[in-house]
């Protein structure tokens, strides 16, 4: 396992400082045809001893962590104090995208930060609803709400935008009350839309955990606030609520760690249009830019922001094992 | 007394219903626009009967070769399903019953890799087995299925492996077992339920990948999740229903799951360390 996982993680710390192109010589050929000779000439990539294409690696240092983080641009406007590209890799920046790090870091904390408030109460009220009706309804219930959340993300991603597309079912009823609306066109309502689909894929885990939560509430202690002449509220408040706390930071610490790596719904809803995420984006760099030195960086980038996340998990997992939990 | 219970238990039973229905409608909705024509699927004003086709799914599963995508998701899913869950059973029962500072920390360093965005690993993966030669092989994508879901499984065992007694590997020890012998005949027969549990869930964990399985292999070995994501972008009309049926196709396994294996699935997402 560590094999697998650790090593990857150090390739792709070493990888972030490093870049590789192609080895390229110029050459002139001569093409001769009845027309007469002419020289042309190009470049064509290096061949090794053993038939490949040689490429020319470096290192780069923090380049690419500035181009991700969009530090460089200013370098790159002044012109010649960027240093002269030896390695011939053709790095074309476009400006607007320039901060695309911190564009995707944003719109992640803020789905993380949308998202959490909502599946906390909502999974938490649709927990004490299921366990207020009769015993023969809530395996329905509970079944039914599985299954948003053992969905296949890109498949519920993917039913979200057909409900929503333009002649959907969704906007064919808010046509009806005369509110006409693209979904995917605008960056306010693509984004809310992804929030919406966090909120639908994950209530279900909240639901379920404070549901069993529910089950093993002290019953001696309920019965004794009733008797004590504590309303319900009361006995929520003061008896259920501080019973299930511990869950509550459980599902938010999942949570968070869950919502940082948002992907799916980013790609499907959006397409990277609006809005990036920072898992996103590392697939964005390496399957669209094909630059793995690039996506590297970004993914670096991640590592450190999901440490920060990490921490008070780690604290709280720390003491639980130092009990002997 | 009796009315305002009454009426409350009513309303009670209509919110819900309204979850039910905001929880399933976009799955629902997509199974029966599967069944139509494009013209009929999005239409204005929405129709609620249309003239059902099965055409969308003879044109996917048998022109586009949808069939093959589902070979390769059985595939897939059954290999890393059985590799995670023998290397998970022996660690998870092995950090369960040893107590040393060293079990510790490869439980901290689990917890930490299970956290960690997949993106992270992917460039190195791609890198790595460029170089090796050895991307686009159903043995590559298993194998790093395998070591992303290895920290969460062994948490999840391991937490279920706790709850045995430890006296009851001393009892088969004295009896004569060795240690391998206690683990194979005594704790893995009491563990079954846990086991089916953590290889539901490793199960999913595979099936629903899309990140590793759409950029780890060319297109005749993706999985399902990763083939439909054609239908992220297609403008065309027939491809674009395609994608509907291949969607539905896709969920109607995890439907089954979800009806059979309900309990598993509840228990083991109270366990504790749990969802991927």
Redesign the interface.
């Known amino acids: 396992?560590?094999l697998?996982?650790?090593?990857?993680?150090?390739?792709?710390f070493?990888?972030s400082v490093r870049s590789c192109a192609l080895q390229m010589e110029v050459v002139t050929v001569t093409e001769s045809s009845p027309f007469g000779t002419k020289e042309v000439v190009t470049q064509r990539a290096v061949l090794g001893p053993d038939g490949r294409a040689l490429s020319v690696c470096r290192f780069v240092g923090l380049e690419y962590f500035r181009k991700v983080l969009g530090l460089d641009a200013a370098a790159v406007q002044a012109g010649s104090s960027a240093p002269p590209d030896a390695g011939g890799a053709a790095e074309a920046v476009e400006p607007e995208r320039a901060t695309e790090f911190m564009g995707a870091l944003r719109f992640t904390l803020l789905y993380t930060f949308a998202t959490t408030p909502f599946v906390l109460l909502l999974g938490f009220a649709?927990a004490l609803?299921?366990n207020?009706?009769g015993q023969r309804?809530r395996?329905m219930?509970?079944?039914?709400?599985?299954?948003?959340f053992?969905?296949?993300?890109?498949?519920?991603a993917?039913?979200?935008k057909?409900?929503f597309?333009?002649?959907?079912?969704v906007p064919?009823f808010l046509?009806q009350f005369g509110i006409s609306l693209f979904w995917m066109a605008q960056a306010w309502s693509a984004r809310l839309l992804i929030i919406l689909y966090g909120i639908?894929h994950v209530v279900?885990?909240a639901f379920?955990?404070f549901y069993?939560?529910l089950q093993s509430v002290p019953q001696d202690s309920l019965e004794a606030a009733r008797i004590d002449g504590a309303n319900s509220w009361q006995r929520l408040w003061y008896v259920t609520l501080p019973h299930l706390a511990p869950l509550f930071v459980?599902v938010t610490l999942?949570h968070l760690?869950?919502a940082?790596?948002v992907?799916?719904p980013v790609?499907?809803l959006t397409?990277g249009a609006f809005t990036t995420s920072?898992?996103?984006l590392?697939?964005y760099i390496?399957?669209q830019e094909n630059n793995?030195?690039k996506?590297?960086a970004a993914?670096?980038l991640?590592?450190a922001g999901?440490a920060v996340?990490?921490v008070p998990?780690?604290v709280r997992?720390?003491k639980e094992?130092r009990r002997g939990g | 007394m009796r009315q305002p219970a009454r009426v409350w238990?009513l309303l009670?039973?209509l919110?819900?219903l309204g979850?039910?229905l905001?929880?399933?409608?976009?799955?629902v909705?997509?199974a029966v626009?599967s069944l139509r024509q494009y013209v009929d699927a999005?239409?204005?004003?929405?129709k609620w009967l249309a003239p059902v086709t099965f055409e969308n799914y003879s044109r996917l599963w048998i022109d586009k070769g949808f069939y093959r995508n589902f070979l390769n998701t059985v595939i897939v899913t059954v290999g890393t399903v059985s590799v995670s869950l023998t290397?998970g059973c022996l660690?998870g029962y092995a950090l369960s019953r040893y107590r040393g500072a060293v079990g510790?920390w490869l439980?901290?360093?689990?917890?930490?890799?299970r956290?960690?965005?997949?993106?992270?690993?992917?460039?190195?993966?791609?890198?790595?087995f460029d170089a090796l030669g050895i991307r686009n092989e159903f043995f590559t994508l298993i194998?790093?299925l395998?070591?992303?879901n290895?920290?969460f499984t062994?948490w999840m065992l391991r937490s279920f492996f706790v709850n045995i007694p430890q006296e009851l590997d001393e009892a088969a020890l004295v009896d004569g077992c060795s240690r391998f012998q206690a683990f194979r005949r005594v704790i893995i027969p009491v563990m079954w339920p846990g086991v089916v549990t953590t290889g539901l869930f490793s199960f999913?964990l595979a099936?629903?990948d899309?990140?590793l399985s759409s950029?780890l292999v060319n297109a005749e070995r993706m999985t399902m999740?990763a083939a439909?994501?054609n239908?992220?972008?297609a403008d065309s009309e027939a491809f674009l229903m395609q994608?509907?049926a291949g969607?539905v196709s896709?969920?109607i396994p995890?439907?089954i799951?979800?009806?059979l294996f309900?309990r598993q699935?509840?228990s083991g997402?109270?366990q504790?360390a749990?969802?991927g």
């Open positions: 396992m560590m697998l996982l650790a090593l990857p993680l150090a390739v792709t070493y990888l649709l609803g299921v207020q009706v309804w395996p219930y509970i079944s039914a709400s599985l299954l948003p053992i969905i296949t993300p890109v498949v519920g993917l039913a979200i057909w409900l597309r333009d002649n959907g079912l064919y046509s639908w279900p885990f379920i955990v069993a939560g459980f999942i760690m869950d940082y790596r992907f799916e790609m499907v397409q920072v898992q996103y590392t697939y390496l399957m793995p030195y996506a590297s993914a670096v991640t590592t999901i996340l990490l998990l780690l997992t720390w094992q | 238990s009670l039973h919110v819900l979850w039910l905001l929880a399933c409608l976009p799955i909705w997509a626009i999005f239409s204005v004003p929405v290397v660690a510790f439980l901290l360093t689990a917890l930490v890799f956290s960690l965005p997949h993106s992270t690993l992917l460039p190195s993966f791609y890198v790595m194998l790093v395998v070591a992303i290895q920290p062994i999913l099936y629903n899309f990140l950029s999740p439909i994501a239908a992220i972008s994608g509907v969607a896709i969920t995890l439907i799951l979800v009806v309900q699935i509840v997402l109270t504790g749990v969802k």
